[in-house]
Nanobody, 124 residues
Framework: QVRLAESGGASVQAGGSLTLSCTTF????????MGWFRQRTGEEREMVAC???????KYRNFRKDRFTFSKDNVKKTLYLQLDDLKPEDSAMYYC??????????????????WGQGTQVTVSS
């Protein structure tokens, strides 16, 4: 059974760092298309970064300099390192799995499975 479970969210001061984890169950992440998304209050869910099935990573716009996507295939876990956090980074962060092969997209509708999310709150 496919399942995703995020953890690591917390309340931090601006400029701080967090590492979010997404533990996966029921499928092989080594060639899976995976994504990290976030949803701020009152806004639509948006992609932060995603992992193509060849292992390459795509970041959304400007986030490459502060956010780092990585994964451990043995532990079947994805990570999202968040550095130099800003109040506008406050959101619920989700990991997601797209069963199709190939590239990853920024469209949440393309992903088949989601975790429950982990909350990040950044205070100024």
């Amino acid at each position: 059974q496919v399942r995703l479970a995020e953890s690591g969210g917390a309340s931090v001061q601006a400029g701080g760092s967090l590492t979010l984890s997404c533990t996966t169950f029921g499928f092989d992440i080594s060639t899976a298309v995976m994504g990290w998304f976030r949803q701020r209050t009152g806004e639509e869910r948006e992609m932060v970064a995603c992992n193509r099935d060849d292992g390459s990573i795509k970041y959304r716009n400007f986030r490459k300099d502060r956010f780092t996507f990585s994964k451990d295939n043995v532990k079947k876990t994805l990570y999202l390192q968040l550095d130099d956090l800003k109040p506008e980074d406050s959101a619920m962060y989700y990991c997601a799995y797209d069963k199709s092969d190939g590239t990853c997209t920024a469209d949440p509708d393309d992903y088949n499975y989601w975790g429950q999310g982990t909350q990040v709150t950044v205070s100024s």
